[in-house]
Every structure is written in C-alpha cells, then in structure tokens.
C-alpha cells in the first residue's frame, strides 16, 4: 500500500531555514513523480515545486524559485524540500503528493496519494 509521511515543519522567523522530508513506502519512485503543496488557512492548495523520474527534471513554482530546492534520495525512498530564507506567506501546511504517471505537474490533481502534512509557521 502506498503511503507518504512528511516530517520537519516547525516554527521559525523570517530569513531562517527549514527542511521538509517526505518518506515514500509501498513502492519505488520508478516511473512516478513527487511533489510539494502548501495550503494556508482559507486559501486553495498551490503547487511549490516537484521532481519527474520520467522527465528527470524538476520543476518550482515562481513564488519559491531561488529560494527553495527540491531534491531526492532514491536508495531511502526520500524527497527533500531545502526552504531558505522564509518569509511569513510561506506559513502553510505543507504535503507531498505522488504523480503515479510521472507528470510532476501544478494541478493537485494530477497527484493521486499525497501525505497527512507538516505545518510550517514563519513570524515576522
């Protein structure tokens, strides 16, 4: 059964660091894509960045570009999100989701299993 699990939200301040993970089980990332979500309280999800195993490429959302870094660990099955220099819109719960068809696209629903999520909360 396929499942995601997220770790390393937290609370920081402005212009610090953080590092998202996103453990994959069930299967391996041959032929898939991963991605990266973030939804803030009363606003839609929005993509912010993902990587295609097919496509081998990596993609980012112009809001995070220069900023965020996606990367991967295939042997341990593990998606990274390096976020720098955050700032307070970046408050959101975070998920990564997999693109079964290795896509990687911006619409969520092109992703069918996503995780339960991590909380990332930046002050001011």
């Known amino acids: 059964q396929v499942q995601l699990v997220e770790s390393g939200g937290g609370l920081v301040q402005a212009g610090e660091s953080l590092r998202l993970s996103c453990l994959l089980s069930g299967r391996t990332f041959i032929g898939v894509a991963m991605g990266w979500f973030r939804q803030a309280p009363g606003k839609e999800r929005e993509f912010v960045s993902s990587?295609?195993?097919?496509?081998?490429?990596?993609f980012y959302a112009d809001s995070v570009k220069g900023r965020f870094t996606i990367s991967t660990d295939s042997a341990k099955k593990t998606v990274f999100l390096q976020m720098d220099n955050l700032k307070p819109e970046d408050t959101a719960i975070y998920y990564c989701a997999l693109d079964q068809l290795g896509r990687g696209g911006r619409a969520p629903s092109g992703y069918g299993y996503w995780g339960q999520g991590t909380q990332v909360t930046v002050s001011s």
């Open positions: 990587f295609s195993w097919v496509a081998k490429d990596k």
